[in-house]
């Protein structure tokens, strides 16, 4: 059992952790570079070396949550969603706030739907490099190039980061009137910030593709687009979002580890951990 950073077997208890970390090491549906199954374990093995203390905090955020509980791997292809809806039932049942580490973005579905059943006014807060809005891609209407298609009936969404889409996507978010909450990488700046929380409801669920981050700093993933967003940009959105909204939850997908390069995987433990710290702030 792999557990998310180096801390005590005491501070790892379901009972007393406020923070739960759901590991999917599913890839079923991915279209060009493969290895996201790979991701979960590699974030976790990484999370090892992160630094309890966070500087910008002041704090240990672990501390403050009372440790963090990783569940057991979510593995096997047949009802994914179903086991990960499940997962994360358990999790809310509970008032934890979870992080789910894929895998593909397809395991998102599964995830905002427990949610939504917690939090009926939710939305969600998408950074991608990809719209990902096709009705079907591949003829799998459950492609991970479809997630944000099948979440769309269920609650509203705001895009960041976005700098690759298909003409049918760019349609949809026209005829749907979307502009206005799909922030593209290339107009991206630190004005814009304010206005995706503008967009956003009371209660939030953030689902964090690594591609929207710049291939620069996140090379390991299987579809990677040029021009995407930096560190400290992220934790500027992210950090005012968790100010000023309820996150209830976060899914972090698509690391596809590269053999020999481990800054990536590092990188998205440290996300990890940030995104735990700003929760943190609230307790």
Request: net charge neutral.
């Amino acid at each position: 059992m792999i557990h998310f950073l180096e801390i005590p077997k005491e501070r790892t208890k379901f009972s007393s952790a406020k923070v739960v970390v759901i590991p999917v090491p599913y890839e079923e549906t991915t279209s060009y570079g493969k290895g996201a199954k790979f991701g979960p374990k590699a974030i976790l093995e990484a999370s090892k070396i992160v630094e309890d203390y966070d500087i910008e905090l002041g704090f240990e955020p672990q501390q403050k949550t009372g440790g963090i509980h990783t569940f057991p791997f979510i593995t096997g292809k047949k009802d994914i969603h179903k086991k990960v809806f499940n997962a994360i039932k358990r999790a809310l049942s509970k008032d934890k706030f979870f992080v789910v580490l894929g895998g593909e973005h397809s395991i998102s579905y599964g995830a905002v739907k427990a949610t939504k059943e917690f939090y009926p006014n939710l939305s969600v807060l998408q950074f991608d490099a990809h719209a990902d809005l096709r009705d079907s891609y591949l003829n799998n209407k459950h492609s991970h190039a479809c997630i944000m298609r099948r979440i769309s009936p269920m609650c509203p969404f705001v895009q960041v980061g976005i700098r690759s889409q298909c003409l049918e996507e760019k349609e949809y978010i026209e005829e749907y009137s979307l502009e206005k909450k799909v922030f593209y990488a290339h107009e991206y700046d630190d004005s814009k910030t304010a206005k995706i929380v503008e967009h956003l409801t009371d209660n939030v669920y953030i689902t964090f593709d690594v591609d929207c981050l710049d291939p620069s700093i996140m090379p390991s993933t299987g579809t990677p687009e040029p021009g995407g967003l930096l560190w400290y940009q992220v934790l500027k959105i992210l950090r005012l979002v968790f100010k000023k909204r309820n996150v209830v939850g976060v899914d972090i997908v698509e690391l596809a580890p590269i053999r020999g390069i481990h800054f990536p995987e590092y990188t998205i433990a440290k996300l990890v951990y940030k995104i735990i710290g700003y929760y943190s702030e609230k307790i």
